[in-house]
């Protein structure tokens, strides 16, 4: 597994060579979120991936190995989100408490941002994003008296385009543009309310085509199914609510998801700590009983008769070697929080997985470990698929799912990509 360490400035390390370590300054930079291409260059090694720090930076680094190639700075305070354009993906955008939003061109060669937009005095931005034609770009603002704005430009001229002022009370933590439609956003915000927008409307009263009440602040939104015409909402109380867009209606409602019963989860799910996520079937028997790690939907393979699925014996775990990588797998233990798919502290994000034509929600404990469930909106359950170790040594804060490549990307406390 690639890692790479994000790490402080060279004044910072200078300053903990010196004694300096109990400055903030001088800590390894968590990492908030991360964005890939949607499309790249033949020969560029699954083109390129951005992360952003803690200390006012992005990173772009190759996104096959992590070799880090450039660093961005400019922003005069905390970077709070990041987007590639889809259209020419040699452009990326960042937003910041500063005011500001950057899109610079990473073909240049003076790192300097060829533009720079800015929304209302005191405008102080949390979360960005750009529709899928590349045409509009939209930041959503710290809650500063009297209003909490959405602002939207036209990336073509810099201008502004439109203010929507009133739909929001708090601090905007999410603006998601529809995958495919690209005048429709939904916009998620600390007053836990999702905003559901058509932004060819300039008249915000106009413009709202429905409002979500989720009871809880929001802090993950994004659209997903075949049609993208749901929306999943992770929110601060680590619960995971499933929305139909179009009619406003909850379709799912997950509680509890830190401290998961058996009766919740699919007891027999094998535990898999993997180097990747490629699609694998991992088959090892022991005398008469089989313990078998299926992707998708099939089944987990069962043993012959009222026989058990075969346990571990000490410390021992049954190891098969698939290429070059080794995968373990353990039998499922619910109630064992290091390596088991039970309890966990906290949700992550979730991303749909076009292959399986399903929404999947990782999980993570604050060792580092991340757990990955496929959602099961009929059944209102979640089933467990992937327990990944091995990487992160500390909370995990964002991943990025590359669909194309089925590879995921996460990026955490500890300053690390795995």
């Known amino acids: 597994m690639p890692k790479y360490k994000f790490r402080p400035g ?4 200078q300053q903990e060579r010196d004694g300096g370590a109990g400055d903030p300054s001088t800590a390894t930079a968590y990492i908030f979120d991360i964005d890939r291409q949607a499309s790249f260059d033949q020969g560029t090694e699954d083109g390129l991936l951005a992360a952003m720090g803690s ?3 992005v990173h772009v680094y190759q996104a096959g190995t992590l ?11 905390v970077v709070t989100g990041l987007r590639f354009a889809h259209t020419n993906p040699s452009i990326l955008y960042s937003s910041s408490l500063d005011g500001t939003v950057r899109c610079c061109d990473l073909r240049a060669d003076n790192k300097m941002p060829v533009q720079t937009l800015e929304g209302d005095m005191g405008d102080k931005f949390m979360s960005i994003d750009v529709n899928c034609d590349d045409t509009v770009i939209c930041a959503g603002s710290k809650k500063q008296m009297p209003d909490t704005t959405l602002v939207l430009w036209d990336t073509r001229t810099g201008g502004l385009l439109h203010l929507y002022p009133d739909s929001h009370s708090d601090d905007i933590t999410q603006v998601k543009f529809h995958p495919r439609l690209p005048y429709r956003m939904a916009s998620g915000s600390m007053d836990g309310l999702i905003s559901i927008f058509d932004t060819s409307l300039s008249d915000e009263d106009i413009a709202v085509e429905n409002v979500l009440n989720t009871g809880s602040s929001v802090s993950r939104l994004g659209w997903y199914g075949p049609d993208s015409d749901k929306l999943y909402c992770v929110t601060h109380m680590e619960t995971l ?7 406003a209606d909850q379709i799912g409602n997950f509680e509890g998801i830190k401290h998961n019963s058996g009766k919740e989860l699919d007891q027999h799910a094998p535990v898999a700590s993997i180097k990747n996520m490629e699609d694998k079937a991992v088959t090892t028997e022991t005398e008469d009983k089989t313990v078998a790690k299926e992707t998708g939907d099939e089944a987990v393979a069962k043993e012959t008769g009222d026989e058990a699925v075969a346990k571990e014996t000490g410390d021992e775990a049954v190891a098969k070697e698939t290429g070059d990588e080794a995968v373990t797998t353990e039998t499922d233990d619910i109630d064992r929080k290091s390596s088991g798919l039970g309890d966990v502290d906290y949700l992550v994000d979730c991303f749909w997985d076009s292959q399986q034509q399903k929404l ?4 993570g404990l604050h060792s580092g470990r991340l757990n990955v469930y496929k959602v099961k909106t009929k059944k209102n359950r979640l089933k467990p698929l992937y327990s990944l170790g091995d990487g992160h040594l500390s909370t995990i804060r964002c991943l990025h799912w590359q669909d194309k490549t089925q590879s995921l990307v996460t990026g955490g406390e500890d300053g690390l990509l795995c």
Do not use: F
């Open 241 to 247: 609510q499933l929305w139909d867009a179009d009619e």
């Open 360 to 363: 999947m929600l990782a999980a």
């Open 55 to 57: 200390n006012n930076s």
């Open 10 to 13: 060279k004044k910072a390390r």
């Open 67 to 77: 070799a880090l190639q450039q660093k961005l700075t400019g922003h005069c305070d």
